[in-house]
Structures are given as C-alpha cells and as structure tokens.
C-alpha cells in the first residue's frame, strides 16, 4: 500500500479499494531561519507554510484535501495572532479546496515553529515522481525564477517602500502561490514525466530531479525566466534565477514528442510556461551560459534547508 | 469526506471507493516544554514522538499506518544524533506496523522541535469518537495512572539512581507505550462506546469526553490504578493519576450491559482494565472520595499544552 517513500515531494499511498493514489508531505518553518517576525506578518505565515506544503503536491500533480498544523509559540503570541495566522492560512486552504483536519497548539520557549502536512489525492491512479525523467526530455518551469529572493534581499535590507517591480518580490516572497492548478493540468493531460517543485532553487532541485530520473540535465541561460527587474537594485537576476529558494515554480519533464502539442495547448490562464533545457544522458547538471564555448558544470548553490538559514 | 474535523483524538477521512476511514493525527514536542535534553536520550524522544501520536490512533480504535516527521535541531545536534532519534522512533514504529514515508529536516536556533504526524486505517468502517458515550455507561481504563508523572517528578529533581519502583515510572515517563492492541480490541469487539487517550490527566481529558457525549462523569479515588509505589518517595499517588501527563492510557465509555462480557472475554495479555466510574445524565465531573459525604466537583488540573512547561 505504500507506492512511494521518503525521497520524492511527497509519499504515495494507496488506500485498500480506492481508485484515487494519496501523497502525504510535511513541512517545517522555524523562526530566524525561514522567516523572521519583524517582517513577516501572521497572515503571511500561515498562508506560506500552507503554501510550501500545497506546491510538493502539485509537483506530485495530486489534488490537495487536507492539512494538520502543529504549531509552537512564545508566550508573547496573543489570541489575536493566531487568529490572524489561521485566517490567512485557510483563506489559501480555501482556493486550493483543502480543509484543516487537525492541529496541535504548544508553548515554545523560543520562537515561531510552524510544521505542516498535507495530504492529497492522485488524479486516478496517476502521480508524477521526480524520476520519471528520461534522457532526451525537455524541460520547463512554471513561472518566474529568483523573484521570491530578490524579495527576500530587499526584506533583509529593511527595504520597505520601493518601486513597483520591488513590492512584487517581496510580494512573491511573503504570499508564494503554489502551482496546483499547473500541476493538475500537466498531469491530466499525460504530458509531465518528471516533476519537482522548486523549493530551494534551481542548482539544487534541478540535480535532484536528473539523479531521481537517472540522466543528467542541461539548461541554457539565457532561456531562464528570471526576474530582471532585480538587476534595477543591485540583484544578479541569473544568480537569484539558479540560486534563489522559494520560488515554489514547478519543474517539469516533457516528452520531446509531446513538447509541441504541450506548447500549443497550455492555457495562458495558468502560469506561463518556458522551455529551460533538456535531460541528457550524461550525468551532472550543465548550463549554457551563451559566452562560446560548451556548457559548464552548475554548482548546487542554493538553499540547503540544514545549512541555511534566513 | 471528511467524516470528523477538529476536536477529537484524530480527524477522520474516508477514501472515495476505500472501506476503510482513514484517521490522521498530529503532534508537536518541544525541548523545554515537552521534555528536557539533560535527561531525554535522542531514541526516547524519536520513540516518545511517535508514541504520542501513536496513543492518539489508538483512541479512535485505528490501526496506525504511516508517519511523517518534521524535525527542527540545533546545530549541535549532530549525525549520530539524528541516527539515534530515528533508530528510537522506526524501532516502535515497526513494532505497531507503522512506516515513516516522509520528512522534513531544517536547522533551528533553538532548542528541538519534533512533530510527527501518523495515519490510520480503521477497522472497516468503525472508528470510535469521543462523543459516542451516553449517560449510565461505565468507565474503564488500561494500565495505571500517575506513573509517568512520577517519573518526571524524579527526573526534575534529579535523581536517577533509584529503586525499582523509581526506575519503573521514569522509564513509563521517557518510553510511553502507546495502547494500540487495546484501543483495537475494544473496538474489534464493539465495547469501546467513546474513547480518548489520558495525554493530560484524567481531570482534563475525562471530562473531554463527557463534554463531548453530552454527559458528566463520576469517577470513585478508591478504583483508580494509582501508582502507589510513589508514595514511598514523597508524592500523592491520588493527585499525580488526577493530574499527571503523559500516561497515554485509554479512557473508554462502554455500555453497562457489555460490561460483564468485558471483563471476562478482556485478554490477560493486554493492559489491565479498570472500571472507575460511569457517565452520567447531571453534567460536570465528581469525584467520590471515599470519606463519606457525596462526590465533589473534580477540578481540571492536569496539563495545558499552551500552559504548560515541563
């Protein structure tokens, strides 16, 4: 009954007689390491460890259905606040049809921990591994790539009240939107092999995504969606593109035969799409920086949840 | 299908096409208020994580299936550490048939935080609420009362090298045992009426479950498996089965006709049962002590999660 273990976005589970495959994935948020106080509002937080949750079930290409909180706080959080962290966490519950099905409410001596999980259910029997992928597909990512860490800068650096393209990164950062809607429809329309969601950004998922499918990738730099408007205040969009975590995009193989009928079809009413690289047989995740010469190796330089911090 | 929300042991699901429910159930320990590193060995905590959330699948009459876990450590906390922790925590999970599928690990600046959230799968469709009780049913529960807050009671003071008696309650305290062949039997049956697991101390947790019966309850102090050998170090056997955490024994409400049949079919191999008291029509909870005069309200001082600290 258990289809799928640790090592994917989420387990895979198949309850006895049911047609419909469950993804279950749990997720942790600490204090001083993924957000801080002073710049993340309790609204804000309960929507992004919902958030972070919902995009590993889209990367299964599941439906979510349920989540349970657990939820450490300092004595100094009055009711007030967790009203308002409920409140923005099942407003998102509410447009990705999930319910809360339980919870755990604790004092901490330290600092804000937020753990969720979420459980999903397949499309029939149908959920996208992270090691579908094989030599030879192409590659897209929903979205944007580095805009939710151009936003986190300017949040470290006090920024506040900043030009337009700024407040939609740091926008990006604080209320990240889970692809469910694109997960649902890659997976329905059989054209998502491989999938991953882009948590800890593109040097880092990209190399877990090949490894899981058994090839290697390569990605050109100048296909990659970044955010350029970051580059306005100092930012290296390609380095925030490649390095940059919490975009919560999906990264998706494709079928190089279906990449045709995927391009014509998919609804501009989702997330745009864009074709990043491909899948190769050669181990080792490569980038084509467009300068002459080969593709160069791409260090894994984004966030590691162990090693990180905010 | 979503059968049962908030406010029982666990939330309860049902598959589309599955017979059985599924229950899923979670919980967070936190250092400093859930337990102490001084005197919690990395495989009791991984073991006491999951035995907690384990107690709850058992109260509901569930038989736990799988586990995820989201783990925030110190940067002290090193590999052998986590070994340990999940060594602890996979050993009972197998005993119970129980398998971790998923996890999340991140680095914290203070102190540990464990949350684990488990999956059951009922006995067919029959999963055993809180509220199912009805005023003239007997109260029985397994094991004994107040032995893991004697524990810590020793804990706290320090001491450690100690009698029998001593070292039993400390180790009912760092390796709780969840009741999970008990909670199925009596549902297996079709005795257990209403169940819930004593996480807080029957003062709290009994009258939980005659608030949600639509009851009171009276319970008799000359009935109840204190855990008398406490008494010879000082403590009140009486007020630590009142008021202690962490017995993680089952409270069961079971139709008094049934109640021959249970006590003479209950397996010796199982957990004693003891019959404390009944639910009754007049809400409110009462103790008869035993001194003459009539029962008296039962004031709810065990443990508050939020409240509390260890």
């Known amino acids: 009954m258990l289809r799928q273990g640790i090592g994917d976005d989420a387990a895979v589970i198949r309850p006895r007689g049911a047609v419909e495959l469950w993804v279950v994935t749990t997720d942790l948020l600490l204090e001083g390491i993924d957000f ?23 990367a299964m290409g599941a ?7 657990a939820l450490g706080l300092p004595r100094d959080c009055r009711r007030g606040w967790i009203d308002r962290f409920y409140q923005g966490m099942t407003a998102l519950g509410r447009r990705h049809r999930a319910h809360l099905v339980g919870g755990d ?22 959920v996208v591994l992270r090691s579908g992928g094989r030599a030879g597909d192409l590659l897209y990512v929903t979205g944007t790539l580095g805009k939710s860490a151009a936003g986190l800068e300017l949040l470290e650096r006090g920024r506040r009240r900043v030009s337009p393209p700024a407040r939609a990164a740091i926008a990006a950062h604080l209320w990240p939107e889970p692809r469910c809607d694109a997960g649902l429809w ?7 092999r491989a999938m991953i969601d882009l948590s800890d ?4 998922d990209l190399p877990r ?3 899981a499918s058994g090839t290697g990738a390569e990605v050109a730099a100048d296909r990659l969606p970044v955010f350029a408007a970051s580059g306005r205040w100092g930012a290296d969009p390609l380095r925030l593109a490649l ?19 995927l391009e014509a079809e998919y609804p501009t009413s989702l997330p745009p799409l864009t074709r990043i690289g491909r899948l190769t047989a050669q181990a080792g995740v490569r980038i084509a920086r467009g300068r002459g010469g080969g593709p160069s190796p791409l260090p894994p330089r984004g966030h590691d949840h162990f090693r990180g911090g905010v």
């Open 201 to 204: 950004g593109l040097s880092m």
């Open 243 to 261: 390095d940059g975590g919490d975009d919560y995009e999906l990264l998706v193989a494709v079928r190089s035969r279906d990449a045709a009928r």
């Open 105 to 126: 409410l604790s004092a901490s001596q330290h600092g804000i921990h937020v753990s969720v999980t979420v459980l999903g259910e397949s499309l029939a029997r149908n």
């Open 36 to 58: 801080r106080r002073s710049w993340t509002r309790p609204e804000q937080l309960g929507h992004r460890a919902l958030a972070v949750n919902l995009s590993d079930i889209a």
């Open 63 to 69: 439906r979510p259905r349920f989540y349970t909180v």
């Open 186 to 192: 890659l997976t329905r329309r059989g054209v998502a």
């Open 209 to 211: 995504l090949a490894r």
